[in-house]
């Protein structure tokens, strides 16, 4: 599943100006309980917006379909990229979705600890292996660069860094295994209940190198996560650059990872 994530933001942040800078991970947050929903479809879509060339902002959402089942004493997750949504200039959507459409409806399956701080891809290798394959031959035969560019960027890519890109989406979505998420009492976090949700908010301040200028660099995160299954069930990233001379913001780059009712699939 994460594969064709990181394969869209790979091929995503080619087309757009650089990302601002990114902080290093604090600890994760502890959760009483790992217990997802089992047998229980699940909708997940992962959404990025950043700002393009033109001043506009460009969405890029992949809606994957979920499944946990126990597999031992652990559980097994099958996930499967349903459809890939873009608003994205023609020339681009075709690029991304070109990249991206071969893993369309392809099952990939994760292994992940009894108590979620560890998730495996299975079949990694056979999984690469068909990912590169799929899109040198989409490249070779529609005649398409970025294909063919992507395809060996990806081989060239070592292979623990090749499954860290494949997991990370799956990582964010476990608590346990997201070591994005502030301990209680770091600076500038916040958390809060409501029922059985807990809201973590963290601000952090940096700056953003542009035209040879340092401008202030604003980044909310917020994480919805449900305390009875463990699972984030909202995570949403927002950069903001400071304009000169006063408050006003404006929004470079958001990131929402939700699950949502698989019956809006």
């Given at each position: 599943m994460i594969v064709a994530v990181g394969l869209g933001a790979?091929?995503?942040a080619a087309q757009l100006p650089a990302s601002p800078p990114l902080a290093s991970p604090p600890t994760s947050v502890a959760v009483s309980q790992f217990a997802p929903?089992?047998?229980q479809p699940m909708a997940y879509r992962v959404t990025t917006r950043r700002l393009g060339r033109d001043g506009t902002l460009i969405s890029f959402s992949l809606v994957y379909a979920l499944q946990w089942q126990r597999a031992g004493r652990g559980y097994q997750l099958v996930a499967t990229l349903r459809r890939i949504d873009s608003d994205a200039r023609p020339e681009v959507a075709?690029?991304?979705t070109a990249v991206l459409q071969p893993l369309v409806g392809e099952p990939m399956t994760y292994f992940?600890?009894?108590d979620g701080s560890s998730i495996d891809l299975v079949d990694a290798e056979g999984l690469w292996d068909r990912a590169i394959a799929r899109t040198q031959a989409l490249g070779a035969a529609a005649g398409q660069g970025e294909a063919k560019q992507m395809a060996a960027l990806i081989a060239a890519l070592p292979v623990e860094q090749r499954n860290e890109l494949a997991t990370a989406d799956i990582r964010a979505l476990v608590v346990p295994a997201n070591d994005a998420?502030?301990?209680p009492g770091g600076t500038n976090v916040s958390i809060r209940y409501d029922g059985a949700m807990k809201m973590v908010a963290e601000a952090e301040r940096d700056s953003l190198a542009t035209e040879g200028e340092g401008r202030p660099l604003e980044i909310d995160k917020l994480w919805t996560i449900d305390t009875l299954t463990g699972l984030v069930v909202r995570e949403q990233r927002q950069s903001?650059?400071?304009e000169p001379g006063g408050d006003a913001r404006t929004l470079v780059e958001e990131r929402i990872r939700a699950l949502e009712s698989a019956a809006k699939d």
């Open positions: 790979l091929l995503l929903p089992l047998g075709r690029a991304l992940v600890a009894p998420i502030p301990a903001w650059i400071i």
